[in-house]
């Protein structure tokens, strides 16, 4: 059985930083991608970055290149999550998901398996 589960979110001012933490669990992330979401009431679901590989390759939402980094970690079957320079249009719920999309850019439709998510709040 397949399972996700997200820690590490909660509230910061704009400017902080938060490390978001995905515990895998039921499968190895060869030939999986895994991604993290996000999702604000009334919004669709947008992918924010996703990794394959241990990092081979990796892809960035356009608005937090540069603040977020993707990471994993093999060995541990954990995905990462490190958010810089936090603004309060990061506030979301923070969902990790495993799947194999067609290509890198991170479409929830094509991802199976997903975590119950992380609630994200940043105050300006």
């Known amino acids: 059985q397949v399972q996700l589960e997200e820690s590490g979110g909660g509230s910061v001012e704009a400017g902080g930083s938060l490390r978001l933490s995905c515990a895998v669990s039921?499968?190895?992330?060869?030939?999986?991608?895994t991604a993290w979401f996000r999702q604000v009431p009334g919004k669709e679901r947008e992918g924010v970055a996703s990794?394959?590989?241990?990092?081979?390759?990796?892809y960035y939402f356009d608005s937090v290149k540069g603040r977020f980094t993707i990471s994993q970690d093999n060995a541990k079957n954990l995905v990462y999550l490190q958010m810089n320079s936090l603004k309060p249009e990061d506030t979301a719920m923070y969902y990790c998901?495993?799947?194999?999309?067609?290509?890198?850019?991170?479409?929830?439709?094509?991802?199976?398996?997903w975590g119950q998510g992380t609630q994200v709040t940043v105050s300006s």
């Open positions: 990794i394959y590989s241990g990092g081979i390759f990796t």
């Open positions: 039921g499968l190895t992330f060869s030939p999986y991608w």
């Open positions: 998901a495993a799947g194999r999309p067609r290509s890198s850019r991170p479409n929830a439709n094509e991802y199976n398996y």
